[in-house]
Structure formats: C-alpha cells, structure tokens
C-alpha cells in the first residue's frame, strides 16, 4: 500500500532553518506531484508548496515564498521542503501529500490522494 512518511520537525528559533523530508513507497514516485500543506491549531489545512511530476514546475503560497524551497528526488522517491527564515507563523503540523499526474494547474488544491501522517513544526519567537 502506499505509504508517505514526514519527518524532520521540531522547534527552532524565528529566525531559523528546517528541513522536512517525505519519503514515499508503494507507488511510481515519479509519476506523482507531491505537495506540502500544513494546519495550525483552530485553522484549516492550507497549501505550503508543490512540485509537478513533470515538467519541473513549482508552487508556493504566497507567504512563504522566498523562504521555503521545495524539491524531489525521485531516485530516492524523496521531496523536500527546505524552511528558511522561519517565523512563528509557520507554527503547525506539517504534512506531505501525492497525486496522480496532478495538473500543475490544480497543484494548490487540496484534492490530493495520499497523505502522510504529519510532522510538528514550532517557530518559538
């Protein structure tokens, strides 16, 4: 069955870098766009950052653009989402998600098939 598994959260300072990685099994890893999302407490899931499966396009939502970095290796069936400058708003759990040849026009959406099972990400200020 398809697996994808979060890891590389934890606390940092503002002001400071993390990264999260998603390794993915039990699908053609290359064939899938993988996203990242996160949800704060009280709020709903929301969009980080996307990278297409093919074609090389990327998305960010717009308040952390120029501070996170999202990337894949698709020999180690691994995507990356590198957080600089981070401040406490980034404050949630973070979690990776894959789709299906997902159009890049459709990369923000929520309607991804698989989900991992998250990675707490703390910004203290």
């Known amino acids: 069955q398809v697996q994808l598994v979060e890891s590389g959260g934890g606390l940092v300072q503002a002001g400071g870098s993390l990264r999260l990685s998603c390794v993915a099994s039990?699908?053609?890893?290359?064939?899938?766009?993988m996203g990242w999302f996160r949800q704060a407490p009280g709020k709903e899931r929301e969009f980080v950052a996307a990278?297409?499966?093919?074609?090389?396009?990327?998305a960010y939502r717009d308040s952390v653009k120029g501070r996170f970095t999202i990337s894949r290796d698709n020999a180690k069936n691994t995507v990356y989402l590198q957080m600089n400058s981070l401040k406490p708003e980034d404050t949630a759990v973070y979690y990776c998600?894959?789709?299906?040849?997902?159009?890049?026009?459709?990369?923000?959406?929520?309607?991804?098939?698989?989900w991992g099972q998250g990675t707490q990400v703390t910004v203290s200020s």
């Open positions: 998600a894959g789709d299906y040849q997902k159009a890049p026009s459709r990369l923000s959406r929520l309607d991804y098939k698989y």
């Open positions: 039990g699908l053609t890893f290359s064939r899938y766009a």
């Open positions: 990278f297409s499966w093919s074609g090389g396009t990327t």
